[in-house]
């Protein structure tokens, strides 16, 4: 089973260098469940991208404070009732500012990384 969703992000931070607070959001959001279940898990796949809008550059320096992002990974959903589960995630992710500052950091460089992700859904 595919499923498309949206993702808002109401708060992005980080203080590893300096503070910087912000938010986002992913108009592409894909999952691919299994159709092996696990009692009441069902593991899936997801990809996604979007944006990052942030109160400074980030990362510091001449870069931008628009960032744009990608991700992959897989995980459980959960039932813990007929209507509702909880969704445990792990997955690469990548921010990007499409060269819009002068400094655009590398693939692999200094603002990429592994997300671990727990989500509340509730259906009708």
Not at 41 to 46: C, D, Q, S, V
Request: hydrophobic share 40%.
């Amino acid at each position: 089973m595919a499923e498309f969703g949206i993702n808002l992000t109401p708060l992005v931070t980080t203080a590893k260098t300096q503070k910087v607070h912000g938010g986002g959001f992913e108009p592409i959001v894909l999952h691919w469940y299994s159709s092996h279940n696990f009692g009441r898990a069902t593991p899936y796949l997801e990809v996604a991208g979007g944006a990052v809008f942030t109160d400074a550059n980030l990362p510091p320096g001449n870069t931008s404070s628009l960032n744009f992002t990608a991700r992959a990974g897989g995980g459980f959903q959960i039932f813990i009732r007929s209507r509702q589960s909880l969704d445990l995630g792990c997955g690469w992710m990548h921010a990007s500012n499409a060269n819009l500052g002068v400094r655009n950091p590398e693939f692999n460089g200094e603002f990429n990384g592994i997300r671990v992700t727990v989500g509340y859904h509730w259906f009708k």
